[in-house]
């Protein structure tokens, strides 16, 4: 079943409950797991502990002098693209040259820059806070939109990019746990870069 939707209030979002997807893809946002750690994000060591608790990573990549580089306003951690073909890091390119070049190399990849989607060479719909939802998207960011972002792992959609993943997941792994009104799940509203 496809489907594309706009979730406006917890209300609507609690209607949309359709199916408990079988397989969710739960995406760090750079490493990060239970909220922002700016020192850290992108670093090599950061997403393989990320990777080493089951999450996928989304990562910021960038492609100068014919090497890549991993880090958000700049390239700061040199990197290879056999550590990035691993079946889950998502590579985020900074800028198209080097969307270009990592499609070279055939690498997940995606380009986003405040567009409402985009679609990532492994098939998945890249969706922008605030957007429409689709079953095959990844709900990026959910604390910018949702009351309580952990409410982004109970919509129909392929996965959900957190700062706050392990909330997520934890709350997904409780069976039968209804969002209640009370319920936290850290909100991070720091990051205008994304």
């Not at 996965?159 to 936290?184: L, T, Y």
């Amino acid at each position: 079943m496809y489907g594309l939707y706009y979730i406006t209030s917890k209300h609507q979002y609690r209607a949309l409950k359709v199916f408990e997807l079988r397989e969710m893809l739960l995406i760090s946002h750079r490493g990060n797991v239970d909220g922002m750690n700016p020192d850290r994000e992108n670093s090599v060591t950061y997403i393989n502990e990320a990777l080493n608790l089951g999450f996928s990573v989304m990562v910021d990549v960038w492609f100068v002098g014919g090497s890549l580089a991993l880090g958000n306003d700049r390239p700061q951690y040199g990197v290879t693209a056999e550590f990035l073909r691993n079946p889950r890091i998502i590579c985020k390119a900074r800028n198209a040259s080097t969307l270009s070049a990592l499609m070279d190399m055939n690498l997940h990849c995606f380009a986003n820059h405040r567009d409402d989607c985009s679609v990532t060479t492994g098939g998945y719909v890249w969706i922008y806070p605030g957007c429409p939802v689709a079953s095959r998207g990844i709900i990026y960011m959910p604390e910018y939109t949702y009351r309580n972002a952990c409410d982004a792992g109970d919509v129909m959609c392929a996965g959900v990019c957190s700062n706050f993943i392990i909330h997520i997941r934890d709350r997904k792994n409780v069976e039968g746990s209804p969002p209640s009104d009370d319920e936290e799940c850290m909100e991070d509203i720091s990051d205008p870069e994304m």
